[in-house]
């Protein structure tokens, strides 16, 4: 049975949250280095400058390219 189509009932297509891989390890004397690490693969950025980004940016991570399989720079 064919259930009636409700005008302006349309599920919204959204975007499938991001995973993000989650910061590891910070330091450096110059600059932000950061490590972060994907909770869900283990996928490793190893350790790169985010010398430009805010701290806020950082907490809430880095988008794990194995999991989002997108290429965001
Ligand atoms: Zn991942």
Redesign the pocket.
Known sequence: MMLPQLPGFERPKRKPPR?M?KLYDAGGEVGKWICYR?N??G?DSGWIDQTHKSDTEIKRGHP?P??NMVSDG
């Open positions: 995973v891989a994907c869900r693969c996928w794990c194995e999991c």
